[in-house]
């Protein structure tokens, strides 16, 4: 398998874009967080009220820092629907979104991974259907490394839980439920809760089975990944036959 990553910006409607192109000093950088997006944004100008004011309709601001003249602002967002988003689109062509995605002057900044050259193709071409692309590198990484930190997008890794089932997940975490030996058992978890114990242990058993489920695809990347440096050493220290 030859797996590529890909680095490309575009423009499209949405309303980061809009304001990192009337604001071109502005830097945004977005993450991904179930059903809503983090955002944190820089600017040189921490005085300009007219930023300022479209920044709190963004969303809930949830942190804000002034260094000098500098602005750092931490804002949690639902402005673009994530039915309807570009990362929705990397699902489609089996490719991994690689965060943040990065708004600056105008343009969206976007890399990914494709587990095949035609992944990445396919995805490019039905972007560039409705939108302006541009491609700034596709790199084969089928001897590479891939950094582990770089696999994970957390909206991928929670897909489909519900708030109970992750409820049930932070109970059993704190209580110690998954240290070995296990520290408390499920009838001890749902104690703490307000629903029966075969309720609780439905929600947590679905939680865990979604989670694997979600991590199944960067445990096949990580794995082809690992498996491909391995014979590339292989082949480099085999000795030839010139030198048999």
């Not at 931490?74 to 979104?97: D, Y």
């Not at 930190?149 to 209580?175: C, K, M, P, W």
Request: charged residues 30%; hydrophobic residues 35%.
């Amino acid at each position: 398998m030859s797996m590529y990553e890909v680095s490309f910006k575009l423009r499209h409607e949405c309303p980061y874009r809009g304001l990192s192109e009337r604001f071109p000093a502005v830097s945004i950088r977005e993450w991904y967080l179930q059903d809503c997006q983090i955002l944190e944004l820089t600017a040189p100008e921490a005085g300009d009220d007219e930023l300022l004011e479209e920044i709190d309709e963004l969303g809930s601001v949830l942190h804000t820092t002034i260094d000098g003249s500098d602005l750092h602002v931490i804002v949690q967002s639902c402005a673009c629907p994530i039915e309807e988003s570009i990362i929705r689109r990397f699902e489609r062509h089996n490719c991994v979104h690689l965060p943040p995605t990065v708004y600056r002057n105008g343009w969206e900044h976007y890399s990914a991974i494709g587990f095949d050259e035609s992944d990445v193709t396919a995805l490019l071409a039905e972007l560039d259907e409705d939108r302006e692309i541009d491609v700034l590198s596709k790199t084969s990484i089928e001897e590479r490394h891939v950094p582990h930190s770089s696999l994970f997008s957390v909206d991928r890794l929670f897909d489909g839980l519900t708030d109970r089932q992750l409820e049930a997940l932070r109970i059993a975490l704190d209580a110690g439920y998954y240290d070995q030996p296990r520290n408390a058992s499920v009838a001890e978890l749902a104690e703490e809760t307000t629903v029966a114990r075969a309720t609780f242990e439905e929600h947590l058993r679905k939680a865990e089975n979604k989670l694997v489920t979600n991590a199944g695809q960067f445990v096949r990347l990580l794995t082809e990944t690992q498996g491909d440096v391995l014979r590339a050493e292989t082949q480099r220290v085999s000795p030839t036959a010139e030198g048999d």
